[in-house]
């Protein structure tokens, strides 16, 4: 089993900058794709990045692409979103996950953290 633990959530104004780590323990995590997921009040938990298990493939959602950016270590067993030029629309409870594959679609992962919240201020 794995557990995934977010961290550095929290309120931002516009234009800012946070960075989220997802902290993996249980078992390792490195030879398994992670991703971030966010979801906003009301709606869908959607796909924000993705990373492959050794680090040299990543994605983007088109809405957070040259913003964000997804990396890890493993030999700290974690995961990072950095954030820059943050936008009230990416307010939402943001997931790290773990799984077989390097994808962008929820189905993809085994496992999932309980989530950290970041709150973007116009």
């Known amino acids: 089993q794995v557990q995934l633990v977010e961290s550095g959530g929290g309120l931002v104004q516009a234009g800012g900058s946070l960075r989220l780590s997802c902290a993996a323990s249980g078992r390792t995590v490195s030879t398994y794709a992670m991703g971030w997921f966010r979801q906003a009040p009301g709606k869908e938990r959607e796909f924000v990045a993705t990373i492959s298990w050794s680090g040299s493939s990543t994605r983007y959602a088109d809405s957070v692409k040259g913003r964000f950016t997804i990396s890890r270590d493993n030999a700290k067993n974690t995961m990072y979103l950095q954030m820059n030029s943050l936008k009230p629309e990416d307010t939402a409870v943001y997931y790290c996950?773990?799984?077989?594959?390097?994808?962008?679609?929820?189905?993809?992962?085994?496992?999932w953290g309980q989530g950290t919240q970041v709150t973007v201020s116009s």
């Open positions: 996950a773990a799984g077989s594959l390097n994808a962008n679609t929820r189905a993809a992962y085994n496992y």
